[in-house]
Structure formats: C-alpha cells, structure tokens
C-alpha cells in the first residue's frame, strides 16, 4: 500500500460545481505539499500545510490539514476548466538527516467539463 | 524566469541504448532530486543531491547514474536502458530550508522498445 492514499483517484465535475481532494497519511505527517500537473508540464506547488487545524486558500482552491488524522483535504469552489489537471500531495521526511525530499501519492485526476 | 530546465522534452530509446537525462537550475538552489512518474503510481524518488560533489540513492535508484559537478546542473544516466524505465522523469530543486517547495521541470517523456 502507499504511503500517501489519495482519494479519490479521478473525479469528474461539472463546471461551477465544488470538489473535495483528500490525502491520507500512514506516517505521521510533517508537512504536506500539494501540486497540480497539467499533461505534459512539471509540477506547480499550489501551498504547504505544517500545523494541525492549518488551513490556506490560493484563488479559490483551500486546503486544510488535520494532524490528528494524519489527512489533508484540498477543496476547490465553483470549479473552472482552468482547475482540470492530476492533484498530487507530497509529505515531508522527518528533517534529521533527510534531504528535504518529497514522498508523494499516486495523484487526482480531475476534469471539469464546461 | 527560467527554474529548472530539463532536456530532452521526448526521447524514444532501444534497449541496451545509453543516454543522458539533462537537468540545470538557475535559483541557486543547493537540493536537487530525480523523480520517475508511472501512471497511477505517482512519484518515485531516483536520486537526489544536497550540494556539489554529494549524491545519494532514492527509493528506485537500480538503472541510474548521477554525478553533481556544479551547483547548477544533475544529469541523469541511464546505462543499458530497459523497457521498465519507460516513464516520466522528472528534475526538482529546492533551497534546503525547512518547509521550502521543491521547484520541478517540465519532464523528460522517455520510451524505451
């Protein structure tokens, strides 16, 4: 199983509609990264979660990050076609002796249709 | 701005075939990573690097080479390609300090037959 479960793995939605993205740690998270990908491109960091309870908003997309739970939910308003594309959270390795890397889940793909 | 800038952008290779994977940042960042993306797999991690002259395996390093001369620059070798490398590769950056993101190039989009 991954470290990081992403669910769910496509959503289809219709513009204007609302959306939910969650990401779900088996490790105790210590901060967690979400991207989006457009086919074809490298990954654009959207924001970073490190508190329990933090919440952040970037355009019309909020993510929140429950520690206890060890979850992250990505949340997206009035969808947009410009919103399409494959949603991928990365978690951080404990900082002693690790380089910074990212361990990331398998992705969302999601398509708004206009 | 330029980021990170990985070259080629496709390369179509046959098994047994060598080839280098080029990747140069230009933030002075002293992290750089080689990921591999496989569909519905996400990323995993190749190599990666915390300054000139260091280097060190990642999750999926079997197949790969890398070498740190510069700041700016991680090439990736593959030596005798397979058919399992084919996938898509992807160069990352970042400054090292806690919490920063890692700044990604557009990706390498490499079939081997």
């Known amino acids: 199983s991954q470290e990081l479960e992403q669910s769910p793995q496509s959503l289809i939605v219709q513009e204007g509609k609302n959306l939910t993205i969650n990401c779900t740690s088996s490790?105790?998270?210590?901060?967690l990264y979400w991207y989006k990908q457009k086919y074809g491109e490298g990954l654009i960091f959207l924001m970073m979660?490190?508190?329990?309870?933090e919440e952040k908003s970037h355009e019309k997309i909020t993510a929140k990050l429950d520690e206890k739970k060890q979850q992250s939910s990505l949340h997206i308003t009035a969808s947009q076609p410009s919103h399409a594309g494959i949603y991928l959270c990365?978690?951080?390795?404990?900082?002693?002796?690790?380089?910074?890397?990212?361990?990331f889940g398998s992705g969302t793909q999601l398509t708004v249709l206009p | 701005n330029a980021g990170v800038t990985q070259t080629p952008k496709f390369r179509i290779l046959k098994i047994g075939q060598s080839m280098t994977l080029q990747c140069t940042q230009d933030?002075?960042?002293?992290?750089m990573y080689w990921y591999r993306q496989d569909p519905g797999m996400g990323l995993k991690l190749i190599y990666y690097?915390?300054?000139?002259?260091?280097?060190d395996k990642g999750e999926v390093p079997n197949g790969y080479n890398v070498s740190r001369s510069t700041t700016e620059d991680f090439p990736l070798r593959l030596e005798l390609a397979a058919p399992s490398q084919t996938s898509v590769y992807f160069c990352?950056?970042?400054?090292?300090?806690?919490?920063?993101?890692?700044?990604f190039g557009n990706g390498t989009r490499l079939t081997v037959t």
């Open positions: 990352a950056s970042s400054s090292g300090i806690v919490n920063s993101p890692l700044h």
């Open positions: 490790k105790t998270l210590y901060g």
């Open positions: 979660l490190q508190k329990g309870g």
């Open positions: 990365g978690a951080r390795r404990p900082a002693s002796g690790s380089a910074r890397q990212l361990t």
């Open positions: 933030m002075n960042h002293n992290y």
């Open positions: 690097s915390v300054g000139a002259g260091i280097t």
